[in-house]
């Protein structure tokens, strides 16, 4: 385990965690800390990363490990405690006015303001940040119809449901153009048809170059949207990369599932030979399947390997065969956010 | 919907000058916008108190004889007073605590390009304009129902000096009140506060009269609401005994400014974590 731990440490990979494109990351946090008054641990500690321009990242981990207080510090609500962080450039605790037209945050609970209508709600923060009249004006006509509120556009907030109400604080936010868009749990409540709006959405800000941080407790929502993942436990950053790159560092953790027809091999000596192979790490024996289709003598045995699973594939067959007997049944199992996640932390993430 | 055309990645023009200012109008005019599209509700809202206030004090209990000739001309001074300073209070307070606890529709302000002591700032300027406006409703209101007001032209001066520093010291208050008060105790607290400051901002009487319940004097006197009444009463009712007005302008002046200080960090602090 501390091998995996050390594999995925985070602190080294800082300096080629951004390619240099000449203009140097979007966010760039380093050993950022945060405790709240009267609180005994640290919300954040110690944590570093950086952002590129286009880049979506996820910041992935349970309920209080220091997510939205990062993105908090990030978006100038939270004061920092220790360490840096700068949004293009500018360092947020020492300028947070202009680091407040840097960025835009759509926070995990609606506040929409209700006493406008939607179009207003976009007007009116745009006004905030100094749009002039005209142009903010042809960006609410646009953003509204491009996230399809166009119809809606006069209505109050208090009729929409969360989704919609999501949706509107994304079209919100992009009025004044923000260098980042943070968004906090995008999809936390939603039902799933919401959801993959919001999905979707993300899916086409990176496609259209915004820079995107978010954050969820929800790995299948990290490995579907971020380019790159954070994994943050206890107020650290665990692990940072791509989340192909998270998952292949685990061995042991990927599998490969076989079924073979047994034809007078016995299974147990077959287990002990798949046992052998190079790169497995061991075997288990899966309950064969009954019923009236299932075939007479079937072995199920999951692999662990170590390494890549699809190589794998034709030592197994190889042994099979020279067994006389057949081979069934290839299931791949990759292993998921959640695996990472057990690894670092020795614990599930719900 | 073309890449290039879409308002998601292009970048948008700003005003190159006066930032923070720029932002603080807009978010002050954000407040205006909505208080005047429900102008009549706001007014009833603020207005009826004192009308009723004036009705029975000044009128009912006049026409009935238990009140002594002249009162309304000590009264209604009082009333003008309350009114400014009650609704000030009123316009920060309450929606700071809805703000910041329930809907928390002020972030998106918190988060617009000034700095956020100027949000706290802004509100203080919001509300002591509704106060102006309330305090002022009340003059053709006392015309109506006490059939005429005193109105002497050289008292103008220290009233509109009185009325604005008195619709200051409401809003200053109020932002302590709607920043300092944890959400679960805040209807405990406007009863606790609203009704002993109603009653004891020599609102309804002249302080200097109370010299034979001197306990309720210096009660009284702990009260800023009392020094925009006395002033009111040596700017429109002058012959009437009152605190000597730059006492009067001196207390508020010094309260604005040390409530205001309070208010902004109290408002800092539930702001920004």
């Known amino acids: 385990m501390p091998a995996i731990g050390a594999r995925l440490a985070v602190g080294r990979r800082m300096e080629v965690g951004v390619e240099g494109n000449g203009q140097g990351p979007v966010v760039e946090v380093r050993d950022l800390v945060k405790r709240y008054r009267k609180a005994k641990v640290n919300a954040v500690d110690g944590v570093s990363f950086a952002v590129r321009r286009g880049e979506v990242l996820g910041l992935l981990g349970p309920n209080g490990a220091g997510k939205t207080t990062t993105v908090g510090i990030l978006t100038t609500r939270v004061r920092r405690t220790g360490g840096t962080a700068c949004v293009s450039g500018v360092d947020v605790g020492v300028d947070p006015v202009r680091a407040r037209r840097l960025v835009a945050v759509v926070p995990q609970r609606n506040n929409l303001d209700r006493s406008l209508s939607i179009r207003q709600n976009l007007l009116f923060h745009a006004a905030y940040h100094g749009v002039p009249a005209a142009e903010r004006t042809r960006r609410a006509s646009e953003l509204l119809e491009e996230f399809g509120l166009a119809d809606r556009a006069d209505d109050k907030p208090d009729m929409f449901s969360g989704g919609q109400a999501q949706r509107v604080m994304v079209a919100r936010a992009l009025m004044h153009a923000p260098e980042v868009l943070f968004l906090d749990e995008p999809t936390t409540g939603l039902d799933p048809a919401a959801r993959l709006f919001v999905w979707d959405r993300v899916r086409d800000l990176r496609a259209r170059g915004v820079t995107v941080v978010l954050t969820t407790h929800d790995m299948d929502e990290a490995a579907e949207l971020a380019d790159r993942v954070g994994i943050m436990d206890h107020g650290k950053l665990l692990a940072l990369d791509t989340p192909a790159a998270l998952t292949r560092g685990l061995p042991g953790r990927t599998t490969l599932e076989v079924a073979v027809a047994l034809d007078g091999t016995s299974a147990e000596e077959l287990v002990a030979e798949l046992g052998v192979i190079d790169g497995v790490e061991r075997v288990e024996r899966v309950a064969a399947a009954t019923g009236p289709s299932a075939p007479p003598r079937e072995l199920r045995a999951r692999l662990y390997l170590l390494g890549e699973a699809p190589a794998m594939v034709a030592p197994v067959a190889e042994l099979v065969v020279r067994h006389r007997a057949q081979l069934t049944d290839v299931t791949i199992g990759a292993p998921s956010l959640e695996d990472v996640f057990i690894a670092l932390t020795g614990r599930a993430l719900r | 919907m073309s890449t290039t055309t879409s308002p998601v990645t292009t970048p948008v023009r700003r005003r190159p000058a006066g930032g923070p200012a720029r932002a603080f109008l807009a978010v002050l005019w954000r407040d205006l916008y909505v208080t005047g599209r429900e102008l009549p509700v706001f007014l009833a809202q603020v207005v009826l108190q004192p009308l009723f206030l004036l009705f029975v004090f000044g009128k009912v209990l006049a026409d009935l004889g238990f009140t002594q000739p002249g009162y309304t001309r000590v009264l209604f001074p009082g009333i003008v007073a309350l009114t400014a300073v009650v609704t000030g209070l009123q316009s920060t307070a309450f929606p700071l605590v809805i703000d910041f606890s329930f809907t928390k529709e002020i972030e998106d302000r918190l988060l617009a390009p000034l700095p956020v002591g100027l949000v706290a700032v802004e509100k203080v300027v919001f509300a002591?304009?509704?106060?102006?406006?309330?305090?002022?409703?009340?003059?053709?209101?006392?015309?109506?129902?006490?059939?005429?007001?005193?109105?002497?032209?050289?008292?103008?001066?220290?009233?509109?000096?009185?009325?604005?520093?008195?619709?200051?010291?409401?809003?200053?208050?109020?932002?302590?009140?709607?920043?300092?008060?944890?959400?679960?105790?805040?209807?405990?607290?406007?009863?606790?506060?609203?009704?002993?400051?109603?009653?004891?901002?020599?609102?309804?009487?002249?302080?200097?009269?109370?010299?034979?319940?001197?306990?309720?004097?210096?009660?009284?006197?702990?009260?800023?609401?009392?020094?925009?009444?006395?002033?009111?009463?040596?700017?429109?009712?002058?012959?009437?005994?009152?605190?000597?007005?730059?006492?009067?302008?001196?207390?508020?002046?010094?309260?604005?400014?040390?409530?205001?200080?309070?208010?902004?960090?109290?408002?800092?602090?539930?702001?920004?974590?």
């Not at chain 2, 006392?142 to 509109?160: E, K, N, Y």
């Not at chain 2, 109020?174 to 920043?179: A, P, Q, S």
């Not at chain 2, 000597?244 to 974590?273: N, Y």
């Open chain 2, 128 to 273: 002591s304009m509704r106060a102006l406006l309330a305090a002022l409703v009340m003059l053709p209101i006392g015309v109506w129902v006490l059939g005429s007001i005193p109105w002497p032209a050289s008292g103008i001066p220290l009233f509109v000096t009185v009325l604005v520093l008195g619709c200051l010291v409401g809003s200053c208050l109020g932002m302590i009140m709607g920043t300092a008060v944890p959400p679960n105790r805040i209807n405990v607290m406007f009863a606790l506060v609203l009704t002993p400051l109603l009653f004891t901002g020599a609102s309804q009487y002249p302080w200097a009269s109370l010299d034979n319940l001197r306990w309720f004097q210096v009660v009284t006197a702990l009260n800023p609401m009392t020094y925009v009444s006395e002033g009111m009463r040596a700017a429109l009712v002058p012959d009437v005994p009152h605190i000597r007005p730059w006492v009067s302008v001196l207390v508020l002046v010094a309260t604005i400014v040390v409530s205001l200080a309070v208010g902004i960090r109290l408002f800092l602090r539930r702001a920004v974590d």
